[in-house]
């Protein structure tokens, strides 16, 4: 009897070991866990905004289809657009990426990223459920869509509001400078707001 119920504390034990959201936690939601993780890490962290920009840019890298999601925020013309000034407005970008986090979400006080584990697929994209609570006030629904890349879920939208997409908000926010300033001047424009947020 005894060795009975050894086994069967033993049995529990194990189990209790894997936790049942973690074993049936999505990869989707597990791409934007980890960027909630790195980013309350850096609110925590606290200090000058250049030091919490280079904490906090491998978690957005890793995240964050960041190539993709200049090529959407720049819209049709990207295709005829040359290679180099593709990656430097893909760098430009990146930098306004990391950048707004790091302005937004400066210092810690309290607040909760919360992610749904009920994760959606529309096609070959995902969309992530997630609320932010902050210290005081009604939560706000915060939506991802990610799609993979090499084996990887990577985000490659954000809707505020829960249904408001960023990258709509970019393009149209682009589209006056692409036209007239080409895309050397889109760069030259996403690079200093990056500059301003981190001032």
């Known amino acids: 009897m005894n060795r009975i119920l050894q086994g069967f504390s033993l049995a529990l034990l194990l189990l209790a070991a894997v936790s049942p959201a973690s074993a049936q936690t999505d990869p989707a939601a597990a791409t934007v866990q980890g960027f909630y993780d790195a980013l309350t890490a850096s609110m925590k962290a606290g200090g000058a905004a250049k030091a919490r920009y280079e ?11 960041l190539a993709g999601m200049t090529a959407l925020s720049v819209g049709p013309t990207w295709g005829s657009i040359a ?69 990887n879920w990577k985000i490659v939208d954000v809707y505020l509001a829960g249904n408001i997409s960023t990258l709509a908000q970019k393009r149209a926010d682009f589209a006056s400078t692409l036209a007239s300033g080409g895309p050397q001047g889109l760069a030259k424009q996403i690079n200093a707001l990056a500059d301003k947020a981190l001032s």
Do not use: M, W
């Not at 904490?55 to 289809?65: R, T």
């Open 55 to 65: 904490k906090l840019k491998p978690a957005v890298e890793q995240g964050f289809d």
């Open 83 to 151: 290679p180099a000034d593709q990656q430097a407005l893909t760098d430009a970008f990146s930098r306004f990426t990391v950048a707004n986090y790091v302005r937004n979400f400066d210092s810690y006080h309290g607040e909760k990223f919360t992610v749904d584990s009920a994760v959606s697929q529309r096609g070959t994209d995902k969309y992530v459920r997630s609320t932010l609570q902050p210290p005081s006030g009604d939560p706000v629904a915060l939506n991802y869509r990610l799609h993979q890349i090499g084996g």
